[in-house]
């Protein structure tokens, strides 16, 4: 059952803003200004990206399948990052239980409360998932499929993306989610979906990060969303932006990508604009659930880069005083 937070966290947020200095003042000028990108620059580093990259991705974590030790350690060190940055749990803790064929799953769920105090009763999901296939076939005596680009990238954007915003909370609130059973069939997002609605919360937006470990190449944007023309977000995000940071990938429309992760439960039980950015294009990268899918292969440059890039579309879309994303008739 969900905490009473925003009652309860009513000092605590005014003490926030008073640590930030003028953050009251910096989130209004927000939707007029553009957002200071070298601040951004400056909030997000590469050695961070790669640190936690390295070790969910790492033979430690044994491929991180939902049920085994391997994802009991990714989760705790999930739940450190939450804890070290003052994330508040949505329910009770951290983690979102459930049931998935006689093995027990659980989601990761933290919170930025908002600062408005109206907007803060509207929330956006920030998500990717975090387990993986565990153990596969053998390669040269190696059977454990780390899943660095699937998703431990995902997950390690939602990090930052989590840090970021802790220390400077916007006018809406924040879900940072990272999902279990997604290669069980998207079952903790379903189950995660199933919860908040029973919980009655007006849900803005759920922006799902998948497989950004490795750049496109020849693209005139830094990732594809899929479910393009389900909503403006590309156009309002890239308006946002200031730069063309999302764009349209045929084959993500071929294969039905928008159906296939964890974005989908939200969009079908919400109606809401839940889509999912990549750069894994089906070109660029030959080690989907495959043992050689390691941390060496990931370019952590161009990730820091792309979290950079879509912090000013999040910043504004966590700020705007009306809803600007929609999803088209």
């Not at 998500?127 to 153990?135: K, M, N, S, T």
């Not at 009655?200 to 759920?206: A, C, K, N, Q, W």
Request: net charge negative; hydrophobic share 40%.
């Amino acid at each position: 059952m969900r905490k009473n937070l925003f009652s309860g966290l009513a000092a605590f947020s005014f003490l926030l803003l008073l640590s930030c200095g003028n953050s009251k003042d910096i989130s209004e000028e927000i939707i007029a200004t553009p957002v200071d990108k070298e601040g951004i620059k400056n909030a997000i580093l590469e050695e961070e990206v790669a640190a936690a990259l390295r070790y969910l991705s790492s033979d430690e974590l044994e491929g991180r399948e939902t049920g085994t030790e391997g994802i009991e350690k990714a989760a705790q060190y999930i739940e450190g990052v939450f804890e070290e940055h003052d994330l508040q749990p949505f329910f009770d803790t951290y983690r979102h239980n459930f049931t998935i064929q006689e093995t027990q799953g659980f989601n990761l769920v933290g919170m930025v409360e908002g600062t408005d105090p109206q907007l803060k009763d509207e929330f956006i999901i920030i998500g990717a998932h975090y387990d993986h296939v565990g153990l596969e076939e053998a390669v040269e005596g190696d059977e454990i499929a780390n899943g660095a680009n699937d998703n431990a990238s995902g997950t390690t954007a939602v990090l930052e993306l989590a840090k970021y915003f802790a220390a400077r909370p916007p006018k809406r609130s924040i879900l940072f989610t990272l999902f279990s059973a997604e290669e069980m069939g998207l079952v903790g997002a379903k189950e995660l979906a199933k919860s908040l609605k029973a919980e009655g919360i007006d849900l803005y937006s759920m922006f799902n990060i998948e497989m950004i470990g490795v750049p496109m190449k020849g693209r005139a944007y830094k990732a594809y969303l899929t479910g393009y023309d389900a909503s403006n977000l590309a156009e309002k995000f890239n308006e946002y932006a200031g730069e063309n940071v999302l764009g349209f990938l045929p084959e993500a429309k071929q294969y039905s990508l928008f159906q296939r992760s964890d974005n989908y439960p939200f969009y079908q039980d919400f109606n809401i604009p839940a889509q999912t950015i990549s750069t894994f294009d089906f070109t660029n990268y030959p080690y989907y659930h495959h043992v050689d899918d390691e941390f060496e292969l990931m370019d952590t440059a161009h990730m820091e880069e792309l979290v950079e890039a879509i912090i000013p579309g999040l910043i504004k879309m966590a700020n705007t005083p009306e809803k600007e994303i929609k999803l088209k008739q």
